[in-house]
């Protein structure tokens, strides 16, 4: 990442826009809260789109994928595919670790160059940023508060093995490999509980939004 691709959340063209970081576990709800905030007025970015796009064909990071993964890491329609890249390095941290520095700092890079586009078309916004690793990848300093989506992992297990027809193994699996949700609680300026009712969630999420309009106006910048 070059200096000037760091975001510094004070930028003057920045104005007084609200970047609020969207996390939670898998599948405990972040894209339907996010959906929700939309709705009430807030612009979203979401980071799995943005992986999704600096891995493109022709994207300088596809070429460095490729070059450090090998071919069996291209699909038969030659873009990257993600599900084998997702296998090789599930149980490997180094090279884990060798993606993640190649496709980061461009996720980063293009964060903020679509924060900086949606300062200047509105300068009071709240911008969601969707990311579901904000605080295991230390992308902390992104966003000028957090928002953790919680429902209890046995919930998670169940609506993970609906959403995408897996086993309770292969779920279960996928939540350990992950934080877990109760220490990103923890973490987490903003807490909507989404285990009951999408009714009741939507509840808490109007609540949520108030609150950060009224805490806007009070005092210009501050949540
Ligand atoms: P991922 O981590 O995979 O991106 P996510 O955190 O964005 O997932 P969603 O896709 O919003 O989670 O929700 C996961 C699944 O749970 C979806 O099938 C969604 O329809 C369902 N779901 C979300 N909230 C509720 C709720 N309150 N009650 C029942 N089902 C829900």
Not at 126 to 139: K, M, N, R, S, T
Not at 140 to 165: A, C, I, N, S
């Amino acid at each position: 990442m070059g200096p000037g691709d760091s975001l510094d959340l004070f930028l003057p063209e920045m104005g007084d826009l609200l970047i609020l970081g969207v996390t939670g576990g898998i599948a405990s709800g972040k894209t339907t809260v996010a959906h929700m905030l939309a709705e009430l007025g807030a612009r979203i970015i979401d980071f799995d789109l943005l992986a999704r796009d600096v891995v493109r064909p022709g994207e300088p990071a596809f070429g460095e994928i490729v070059g450090r993964f090998g071919d069996q890491v291209v699909a038969e329609d030659g873009a990257l595919d993600r599900k084998r890249l997702s296998g090789l390095v599930f149980c490997d941290p180094q090279k884990r670790k060798m993606l993640e520095e190649i496709t980061h700092p461009r996720i980063v890079a293009a964060f903020v160059r679509q924060v900086r586009e949606m300062a200047g078309k509105n300068p009071r916004g709240i911008l969601l940023a969707v990311i579901p690793l904000l605080f295991e990848a230390g992308l902390r300093h992104l966003v000028h508060k957090t928002l953790v989506v919680y429902v209890p992992p046995g919930e998670q297990v169940e609506r993970l093995m609906r959403r995408d027809r897996i086993t309770r193994k292969e779920a279960g699996r996928i939540l350990r490999a992950q934080m877990p949700i109760q220490e990103k609680v923890g973490m987490a300026d903003f807490v909507i509980q989404n285990q009951g009712e999408i009714s009741e969630t939507r509840r808490e999420v109007e609540a949520l939004w108030r609150r950060l309009e009224e805490a806007r106006k009070r005092t210009p910048g501050a949540v």
